[in-house]
């Protein structure tokens, strides 16, 4: 695996090619007989070891989950050998997350993502990762819902009770102190208006006269 590829994509946070990019070069390997490889974002060489022992199985990992393809993401984890997984348990940390999508279990996905100390190549991908669901549960209370308790909003938004009132509030939405209720507001929906025949005709002529 060219390895200086995928340290460009995470580079300029392309994450959405990391899964592709990983796949792709992760069926060459197996067709090779692996004499040399190359330790993950290092330049040195290690003969005689199997792709699978140095194979930057996290990032592949949370690749998959980061564009929501959670049944490859299920089959990569299943397809790691049993020791790689117990010796780098960042992988376990990462399929945990994987986990809580698969039962959509909201709050174990947040608890997940803030419940591992990340190394610097799955860090931005975790974290962007976090704010991209954060705004997709957003985009479902606002069409799901038209009221909705202050604690079932923190529970689809995995912040505390203040910052998940404030992030409402910051959206339009409003508040009743005593119910401790959000009342949703609706995005506008614009209707596109179409003219009829007359009305199409009277405009041309309208627009004759101003150009004559």
């Known amino acids: 695996m060219d390895f200086s590829q ?12 990391i899964a592709d990019l990983c796949d ?9 007989i692996p004499k040399t490889l190359f330790f993950f974002f290092g330049g040195v060489a290690s003969k005689g070891v199997s792709f699978q022992e140095n194979w930057p199985y996290a990032v ?11 049944n490859s993401a299920r089959f990569l984890w299943k397809s790691i050998p049993a020791g790689i997984k117990e010796a780098r348990p960042e992988i376990s940390a990462v399929w945990k997350i994987g986990q809580c999508l698969w039962n959509r279990d909201h709050t174990g996905v947040y608890a997940a993502v803030r419940g591992f100390d990340w190394s610097p190549e799955v860090a931005p991908v975790v974290t962007a990762f976090a704010e991209s ?5 957003f985009q479902l ?7 909705i308790s202050v604690a079932d909003t923190v529970h689809f938004m ?8 404030n992030y409402a509030l910051q959206h339009g939405w409003t ?12 995005p506008k929906i614009v209707t596109e208006q179409k ?3 007359s009305k199409l005709q009277r405009l041309t002529e309208y627009v004759f006269h101003l150009e004559h």
């Open 175 to 186: 508040l009743d102190p005593s119910s401790k209720m959000l009342t949703v507001k609706k």
């Open 195 to 197: 003219l009829d025949s």
């Open 60 to 70: 592949h990992l949370v690749g998959h989950i980061y564009v929501d393809d959670l």
């Open 158 to 165: 995995g912040m505390s009770e203040d910052d998940a009132t």
């Open 6 to 17: 995928l340290q460009s994509l995470l580079s300029s946070n392309s994450f959405e090619k």
């Open 24 to 32: 792709e070069s992760m069926l060459q390997a197996k067709t090779l």
């Open 133 to 137: 669901y954060r705004k997709r549960m």
């Open 141 to 147: 209370l606002l069409s799901a819902y038209s009221t």
